[in-house]
């Protein structure tokens, strides 16, 4: 099943800021919006936002995500340490009838 | 407390079969859609399968469709995943993740600490 697109990498000084991107079509991001989940390496993935941005209560307001047509974005203000992590997108398809995920971008603070 | 706890991961030989498993506590079980996710070793999220909080409607990405099912018993509160012809490509850890809404399989409020399938002979 095709995903979706994400940037393999990003790497910004801490407290700068880093806008990550997801990719699909009009099928699934442009139709429902995407999920954003941040994933420390050996723990399981922690929900961001969904629904474009809407956040699940505890995440920090330094996470926002919006959306633009077929494009999802993720931008992390105040860069921390603990920021470093993989950060996965997610949407339904509804052409698939399948949950698609992007490949992940890996975010390093220098 | 929500709370997922995955069981039923481990060795099998390829051809094999396997149930998870999935807990879930701390929520009204019903109400909510599920889905399983796995990662195989060093890889990205994959979803693998969804079913809604009133379990009337399932779905299965390309790859196991027709080899895994999804079900849940209410009664019990948990989620399974019965894994019939495992292939070595179905190696990684599975994760339970719970949904947003009754009809939501995309966003993972909450997830599991995963369980560790490797198929291999």
């Known amino acids: 099943q095709a995903g979706l697109t994400q940037p393999p990498s990003v790497s910004k000084d801490l407290r700068q800021t880093a806008t990550l991107t997801c990719t699909g079509n009009?099928?699934?991001?442009?139709?429902?919006?995407a999920a954003w989940l941040q994933q420390h390496q050996g723990h399981p993935p922690k929900l961001l936002s969904y629904?474009?941005?809407n956040r699940p209560s505890g995440i920090s307001e330094r996470f926002s995500a919006s959306r633009s047509g077929n494009t999802a974005s993720l931008t992390i203000t105040g860069l921390q340490p603990e920021d470093e992590a993989d950060y996965y997108c997610?949407?339904?398809?509804?052409?698939?009838?399948?949950?698609?995920f992007g490949g992940g971008t890996k975010v390093t603070v220098l | 407390e929500v709370q997922l706890v995955e069981s039923g991961g481990g060795l099998v030989q390829p051809g094999g079969s396997l149930r998870l498993s999935c807990a879930a506590s701390?929520?009204?079980?019903?109400?909510?859609?599920m889905s399983w996710v796995r990662q195989a070793p060093g890889k990205g999220l994959e979803w693998v399968s969804g079913?809604?909080?009133?379990?009337?409607?399932?779905y299965y990405a390309d790859s196991v469709k027709g080899r895994f099912t999804i079900s849940r018993d209410i009664s019990k509160n948990t989620l399974y995943l019965q894994m019939n012809s495992l292939r070595a490509e179905d190696t990684a850890v599975y994760y339970c993740?719970?949904?947003?809404?009754?009809?939501?399989?995309?966003?993972?409020?909450?997830w599991g600490q995963g369980t560790l399938v490797t198929v291999s002979s």
């Open positions: 629904r474009n941005n």
């Open positions: 997610s949407a339904w398809d509804s052409s698939l009838s399948a949950v698609v």
């Open positions: 701390g929520f009204t079980f019903s109400s909510y859609a």
């Open positions: 009009s099928n699934n991001v442009g139709n429902q919006g």
């Open positions: 079913i809604s909080g009133s379990a009337g409607t399932t």
């Open positions: 993740a719970k949904g947003v809404s009754s009809g939501s399989y995309y966003a993972g409020e909450y």
